[in-house]
Every structure is written in C-alpha cells, then in structure tokens.
C-alpha cells in the first residue's frame, strides 16, 4: 500500500512537472515577440556571451566593479605573499591588509582593531553568536532574535536551543517592524544576547536599530547587527547605530565573493572562530585572502564615492515597480515597509501563482530575479519572513522579489512592467 501512494505520488509530480514545462514554452512562445528583447549572443576568444540580460537580483550578489578587478590582480600573481611571512612580499601584503582594515573602519565609523576580515557574513553570524555564547554562557542562556532573520542567524540559535538555551523569537508587524518595546519585554536576567538585522534581505523594510541598541545598552547586552544589505548602500555607523557587533559581505557591495567583516566592539570579549594560527589578533585563525580583502576595500572607496548618487538614481525605480506592478497585475501584495525600506528593494507576492513558474518565465526572457533568501531559494516551502508579517501560505508561495543596482536604467524597468503583465497573464491560463 505504501510504495502504491508513493508510487502515485511520483507520478502526479512528474505531470504537475511536465505541465509546468508546458506552460514556461507556451509563456515564452506567447510573450517574446510581443516583448521585443533580443538576445544577442556574441563569440568572443571561443567563449559564448549573452548580451541584453537584465539583473533584478542585487540583494542576492552583485557583480564585481571592474575597478575592484583590476585592484585585485596584482594580489595573484605578483604581490602573492602570505600576510604573516617576515620576508618583503610578506610584509608588503601585510601592509595591503592593514590598509584595507583601515578603509572598512573608517566607513563604518569603527577602529581598526575592533576589525575581523572573514570569508562573509555568514561565518560573521556565526563567529558572532557562538563567540559570545561560549563566554557568556555562565552568566545565562536566553537569546533574543527577530523571527525574520537570515537564517545564518536563526539556524545557529536553533542549535543552541537544541542544546537547552532559551530564545524568543520577536514577532514583527505586517511591514516586517520589530517593535523595539518587544525587545524590553522579552529581556530577562539571563539574557546574553540581542540578534537583529538592519535591513531584511528579503522585504527590504530597515529596522529601528538606534531605538533597540538604547535598549540592549541600558542593561549591558551586546547587540548583533547583520548589515548585508546596507553597508554600501545606505549610511552605516556602528556608533550611531550603537551595536556591538556587525557583520557584512563584500559581494553584496559589488565586492568579491568569499570575503567580509565581522565588526567586534572594543572591551566585548568574543571567543575565537578558528584556532591554528594567530592570524587576525588571534580571533580567527587562517592565511588572510589578501586579494580579496583588497577588493572589498576598493568597493568600500567606490561606495563611499557614488551611495548618495545611487541611492538618489534607484528610489524612483524601486518606487516605480512598487506603484505600477500592483495597477497592472491583479491580485498582487506589496510586501515590506513603504517608507523604512531599502533604496533597491521590491517585493511582492502573486496569487494564484508560484515563484518558481515566475522565475522561470521571467529567466526565458532574459531577466532574472528571485523570491527571496538566495541561500533558501531551493526550498519548497513559504519564506519565514512572510509568514511573520501574515501572509497568507498560497500566496508567500508567489513572491517574487525585484532589486535593482548600480547598472540597472529606466529601461530595464520599463522591459519588466511590460513583460510581466503578459507572463503572469499567461501563467494563470
């Protein structure tokens, strides 16, 4: 009886499997010559290159500034040293990584010693909540976290839970707020850390961080901000902000991949990550990625010069999707807070459809988005965040989230509210 329904079950995935396919055909047949986007493929030293994409999907990574390139290249091949070695290709990588500790402290409003170069932010979570655990744990076990966190986040306070902590997990409003009052009652003397996001990477809504840290202060509890989605984008100062701890990733600030920062306060004894070595004032053992950390540095000095002009050019875009998608679409959500948001942020969510169909129509287009979390975005099952801001399960199941970046145009906007009427039309058929 059992392998019979499992049996079935397979088959009835396979047709829901081979109908979709159907359909994603049909869209494309349906909408491309109406959309009039050609993909021009272009052969160039025996590689193949697909001109007229458009990127919608910046919160998950964003290309590398052909000025972060070229001030990495040296880093490979001609000044390769190891940061540790005495020797002068050595000492000359030593000084590339303590000039760009410098350009990172300074941008975030921090001192170089209070800097930790990592391999991202999740590491940076991570390293965050079981350093300070592991320290504090005789002084008690109950966490306090947002329910929408990334789940570099929540996933190790799930373990920790696992392992007897206490956590709360705070509950926001239907625009993704933490209410910092929440944080107040859910305070209890064995209270050891506080984990909020400074902008969701999902629903793009900006959390009041300088209103919670007052909080966190007036009790002695560290405060730990994922700032993802912010550094780089929007103005970041960790003494305004008043956390103790922050972490970040290059490549969400058009930056390399691999490489980010955890920001520790000075005087907030945080146990090491990695042992071995006594590389980064020996709280994280491992040879540095000179070449890498270079590049992030470089994004640093190009964000520093162009956010204000950034964030100015991509508000009317953002603005644009979030007032036009839901006047050309029937039964759209718009999810996130309309003011406390991010410059680049758009999401929403679309009855009667699922995000996978959507993306996949909107990929044979040319222009590719995404639902939400990239770390998530194979799992068949609603976002957390939605969830917590109330959204029904049939129709989290349709988000679809737009964010745009430093090359994205008017253009690319006006390619999208044209093609996406007419996919989503076609889907619901």
């Known amino acids: 009886m059992i392998l019979n329904i499992a049996s079935g079950f397979v088959l009835v995935n396979k047709m829901a499997r081979d109908w979709l396919k159907l359909k994603m055909v049909m869209c494309f047949l349906i909408c491309k010559p109406l959309i009039g986007i050609k993909l021009t493929i272009k052969k160039r030293q025996g590689r193949l290159q697909i001109m007229n994409k458009i990127y919608f999907d910046y919160a998950s990574t964003t290309p590398c500034d052909p000025e972060v390139v070229k001030a990495m290249n040296p880093y ?91 956590a709360t997990f705070l509950p926001v409003d239907g625009n993704g707020l933490v209410d910092p009052q929440a944080v107040v009652k859910a305070v209890t003397d064995k209270t050891i850390l506080v984990a909020i996001m400074h ?33 780089g984008h929007i103005p970041v100062d960790v003494n305004q902000l008043g956390c103790d701890l922050l972490t ?63 964030k100015n050019l991509q508000t009317p875009l953002r603005d644009l999707l979030l007032e036009k998608i839901p006047q050309l679409i029937e039964g759209v959500k718009v999810n996130g807070d309309r003011i406390n948001r991010l410059p680049n942020n758009a999401h929403f969510s679309f009855a009667g459809l699922s995000s996978e169909s959507l993306l996949m129509s909107l990929d044979m287009q040319g222009m590719y988005a995404s639902m939400g979390s990239a770390c998530t975005s194979g799992a068949m099952e609603p976002s957390h965040v939605l969830q917590a801001i109330g959204v029904d399960d049939s129709l989290a199941m349709g988000a679809l989230r737009i964010t745009i970046g430093r090359w994205t145009t008017q253009e690319h906007i006006e390619d999208l509210l044209k093609a996406l009427p007419k996919i989503v039309k076609s889907l619901r058929i």
Do not use: W
């Open 248 to 310: 970040l990733s290059a490549h969400k600030f058009y930056g390399p991949k691999g490489v980010g920062g955890l920001y520790i306060r000075e005087g907030l004894d945080v146990a090491p990550f990695l042992l071995g070595g006594d590389q980064e004032r020996k709280r994280r053992a491992s040879t540095q990625n000179i070449a890498g950390i270079v590049g992030m540095a470089k994004a640093i000095e190009i964000c520093r010069e162009n956010m204000v002009s950034e």
């Open 76 to 166: 490979f091949y001609e000044k390769f040293g190891n940061a540790s070695s005495p020797h002068t290709l050595g000492r000359e990588s030593a000084k590339a990584l303590e000039d760009a500790r410098g350009v990172l402290a300074d941008f975030i409003g921090a001192q170089t010693g209070e800097i930790v170069f990592n391999s991202g932010a999740t590491e940076g979570n991570n390293h965050a909540i079981g350093g300070i655990v592991y320290n504090r744990m005789n002084q008690g076990d109950h966490i306090i976290v947002s329910a929408i966190e990334h789940h570099s986040i929540l996933e190790p306070i799930e373990q920790l839970v696992r392992d007897g902590f206490k």
């Open 199 to 231: 902008a969701s990477n999902e629903i793009g809504t900006i959390q009041p961080i300088q209103e919670v840290s007052q909080i966190t202060k007036m009790r002695n509890i560290p405060l730990l901000v994922d700032a993802c989605q912010t550094v």
